[in-house]
């Protein structure tokens, strides 16, 4: 599994489907669904060589972990947000169920990779097995929703604990 952003592989997810906050990261506020007023008809951002001078910080700080294209590549091929609210509502929902579960099989890998952590090896492995495996369901009907992420993450914030005590 690739666990970093490859936007040519993306319909935009990220600059669509979260709420942002006008802030220090972000010069506007932009709401759950709506476009960046950035993200132009190809997906692709008319300002990224200039994103910090033009008050978009949180941009170039984000990653979506891969999940933008396992969405919209992988697990909803071919539908585009733009058109209609049923393809949109799938994208955005198994995106919001993907992302944070990417970035848990981020510092899953993370830890397999440190020798001290060899204790905990297959319980590690069986963690990030179960976390793709969920991940895999998203979009699906009857597919993982916003609370069993969240219980997933629980659980495994607490085998990643010892990990990190271990290193």
């Given amino acids: 599994r690739v666990l970093h952003a490859d936007c040519a592989r993306c319909v935009g997810l ?15 506020t932009k709401f759950a669904g709506d476009p960046c007023p950035n993200l132009a008809g190809d997906n692709r951002c008319t300002i990224h060589d200039r994103l910090r001078e033009r008050g978009f910080p949180g941009c170039v700080t984000y990653d979506c972990f891969g999940a933008g294209q396992r969405v919209s590549s992988e697990l909803l091929p071919g ?18 169920v993907v992302r944070p ?24 492995a069986a963690a990030h097995g179960e976390t793709d495996a969920l991940a895999g369901r998203a979009g699906a009907p009857g597919g993982p929703g916003r609370l069993e992420v969240d219980l997933h993450r629980g659980n495994v914030a607490g085998l990643l604990r010892e990990a990190s005590a271990l290193a």
């Avoid at 990220?14 to 506007?28: K, Y």
């Avoid at 579960?101 to 090896?121: F, Q, S, V």
Wanted: aromatic fraction near 12%; glycine fraction near 2%.
């Fill in 79 to 96: 539908t585009d947000w733009r058109t209609g609210d049923a393809a949109a509502t799938a994208l955005f929902d198994a995106f919001e």
């Fill in 101 to 124: 579960l990417h970035e848990l099989l981020w510092y899953l890998e993370a830890a397999l990779a440190l020798e001290a952590t060899l204790p905990l090896a297959a319980r590690l």
């Fill in 14 to 28: 990220c600059c669509v489907a979260p709420l942002f906050v006008a802030s220090t990261e972000f010069a506007v």
